[in-house]
């Protein structure tokens, strides 16, 4: 039973359940079983929801035997990064040592959706301290300890959404929910070799999610599948009233390609400073890609891509934290740069974040302009294999690093999916990004579907995981 | 809109991180041992390099913020 099912995909476990060749209960337990077991294994989990899963799995399990099924996500279990909001005694951390007992009485908005579809919470997820917000520079930065990557015991899983990552790779759930400020989503997503969705800014609510960054901020799915993680996002999406920001666009996971060649574009230097693995599995997937669609070279002009999204992340998350940045409970955090790091940003003027403001309006249209003729921009989804357990975390957001794609789609809010593509020396997985245009969710996942469907690496799983 | 600049020399922008880093030390050097301000002053430096890349793209006095304020009242 649970060979079969616990590396299924969203969608093939649903029709079991359809059907009724599954029990709700016995997958609830199984991943369950998992999560208790293996979890500690990677610092995967924050809190097993035992008793709430098995309440859900059980009301599940009785809808679908009276003839209710909700669709493709009904008893089906799943994780949440532990910046959802989740009621009934279960603690919220933030993955934050000051927060690691606080609790709230209502659920996020996503944890909502996700109920009404009949899916099963069975665990809130390991996370960055505070989404990696106050500056850390290592993967021992949560209070759960650093995430641990299911492919290689010494390899960060992160970040931020570590355990979310983890969680799906290591088959501890089928899918997780997880939040993207600035790489947030794709990162762990491509360390840990699954598929990650982040959707377009104002596509989920945010409703009881931590603030890390009011207008960068997004939740999105991580799954085994690029079509699973469509079949999450109909779920979570739609516009919600709490959150002014979603709209009201309904979001349909298509089951068919467009019905002609995609057209892809490539960013000119995407691939400076990426390892030598990375490019070279990049050009294989260009390969693929070129037997379903057209590539072509395509350009930006030249403005501080990273600069502007930087200097944005930097003010907001100083606002809104500046109570414990001010007060110094910050020094209560994990990594040691968590402790001051953030009182530099006193340094952030509101003229020069204002400027970054427009600046973002400028990034918008231009970004609009060249992927208007396309149907994704491609890129790999990381420059590297996954960080060493005990070295440093390179990052855009810090300037270690540069990141024009991860700048540019959060900077104006564009969704993409990130897909494995090979593997690195280390035996790490590598990944692939298609990014779209803002709304085109369906298009970039049927781009990456369309990926997966030509090649294997989303059926390879980590050893030593029984 | 102009094109940016490149990054300034640390010599250029030294006395505004100098001038950033006195703010910091006057509101929280109390909490702050000589290793953590010496990170400080790391942050500011990227910060400030950060600023006066945004500060060199000219806009036109038409180009708003991307992010719309609505004016509210609260629905019946």
Redesign the interface.
């Known amino acids: 039973m649970a060979e079969q099912v616990v590396f299924a995909s969203v969608r093939r476990l649903g029709e079991l359940i359809r059907e009724r060749r599954l029990s709700p209960v016995t997958l609830a337990e199984t991943f369950l079983e998992r999560l208790e077991r293996l979890g500690p294994r990677y610092n995967a989990v924050v809190t097993v929801t035992r008793a709430r899963a098995l309440e859900q799995a059980r009301r599940a399990e009785a809808e679908i035997a009276a003839g209710r099924y909700r669709g493709p996500l009904h008893g089906i279990p799943y994780g949440a990064k532990d910046l959802l909001a989740t009621s009934g005694g279960i603690p919220t951390t933030w993955g934050a040592a000051p927060f690691r007992d606080r609790v709230f009485d209502f659920d996020a908005t996503a944890i909502v959706k996700l109920e009404a579809a009949g899916a099963v919470l069975c665990a809130k997820l390991a996370m960055v301290e505070l989404a990696g917000g106050m500056g850390y520079r290592q993967p021992n930065a949560a209070f759960t300890g650093p995430g641990v990557n299911p492919w290689s015991r010494d390899a960060w899983s992160g970040g931020s959404s570590s355990g979310s990552g983890s969680a799906v790779a290591a088959g501890l759930v089928p899918f997780a929910i997880g939040s993207e400020t600035w790489g947030s989503i794709l990162s762990p997503a491509g360390n840990c070799g699954v598929a990650g969705l982040r959707p377009t800014y104002g596509r989920v609510s945010r409703h009881g999610a931590m603030a890390l960054c009011w207008t960068l901020d997004k939740l999105g799915p991580l799954a085994l599948t690029a079509d699973d993680c469509g079949l999450v996002l109909e779920a979570i999406a739609g516009r919600d009233p709490a959150d002014p920001t979603t709209v009201d666009r309904p979001f349909r996971h298509g089951a068919t390609a467009p019905g002609r060649p995609f057209h892809f574009g490539v960013l000119r230097g995407v691939t400076e400073g990426a390892e030598e693995a990375v490019r070279e599995n990049f050009e294989r997937s260009l390969a693929v890609l070129r037997q379903i669609g057209t590539v072509e070279e395509v350009a930006l002009p030249d403005l501080p891509y990273d600069d502007i999204t930087r200097t944005i992340l930097f003010a907001e998350a100083a606002s809104a934290f500046e109570d414990m940045i001010e007060s110094g409970a910050i020094r209560g955090l994990t990594a040691p740069e968590d402790h001051y790091t953030a009182y530099a940003r006193d340094a952030i003027l509101a003229k020069d974040y204002v400027k970054a403001l427009r600046l973002r309006g400028v990034m918008a249209r231009e970004a609009d302009r060249v992927l208007a003729p396309l149907d994704a921009l491609v890129a790999p989804g990381r420059a590297g294999e996954a960080a060493r357990l005990d070295g440093e975390v390179r990052s855009a957001i810090r300037g270690t690093a540069r990141d024009v794609m991860g700048a540019v789609g959060n900077g104006a809010g564009l969704p993409a999916v990130a897909v494995p593509n090979g593997f690195g020396p280390r035996g790490l997985p590598t990944s692939l990004q298609f990014m779209g245009r803002a709304w085109e969710e369906s298009t970039v996942l049927a781009a990456a579907r369309a990926y997966q469907s030509r090649t294997d690496w989303h059926e390879r799983h980590p050893a030593d995981l029984t | 809109?102009s094109?940016?600049e490149t990054s300034r020399p640390p010599e250029a922008i030294r006395p505004e991180v100098e001038t950033?880093?006195a703010?910091?030390r006057e509101?929280?050097g109390s909490?702050?041992s000589p290793d953590?301000?010496a990170?400080?002053?790391t942050?500011?430096e990227?910060?400030?390099?950060?600023?006066h890349?945004?500060?060199?793209?000219r806009?036109g006095n038409g180009?708003?913020?991307?992010?719309a304020f609505?004016a509210y009242r609260a629905e019946p």
């Open positions: 809109m094109e940016p950033m880093l703010l910091v509101r929280y909490r702050l953590e301000l990170g400080v002053r942050a500011i990227g910060i400030v390099q950060a600023a890349a945004l500060r060199a793209v806009l180009e708003e913020p991307g992010q609505a």
